[in-house]
């Protein structure tokens, strides 16, 4: 079973929203500090925001004041609301735990027009 469902994703123009989603079925999602990632193309896998088990979240400079990451336990399941989009935020987008990561989910593709 694929430890993680990314969905939410899609072609939006600069300046719109997307809220991505996470379906979590590892066993340790209740302990799991828990972000988001960013693949840019032809760039490596990147970090942008995560959240601790307690929902108290941190932000990379770069989304800081347009993304918002959010957790639900009952749901298991993992959020990041996206405003302001820019070209730059074009990729796709994972989830994972922090801490010895999982094997990686397919990911959900955002695309930001200009």
């Known amino acids: 079973q694929v430890p993680f469902v990314e969905s939410g994703g899609g072609l939006v123009q600069a300046g719109g929203s997307l809220r991505l989603s996470c379906e979590v079925s590892a066993m340790t999602f209740s302990i799991d500090t828990m972000g988001w990632y960013h693949r840019a193309p032809g760039k490596p896998r990147e970090l942008v925001a995560w959240?601790?088990?307690?929902?108290?979240?941190n932000y990379e400079d770069s989304v800081k004041g347009r993304f918002t990451i959010s957790r639900d336990s009952a749901k298991k399941s993992v959020y990041l609301q996206m405003n302001s989009l820019k070209p730059e935020d074009t990729g796709v987008y994972y989830c994972n735990r922090l801490v010895s990561p999982y094997s990686w989910g397919q990911g959900t593709q955002v695309t930001v027009s200009t």
């Open positions: 959240v601790n088990r307690v929902g108290s979240p």
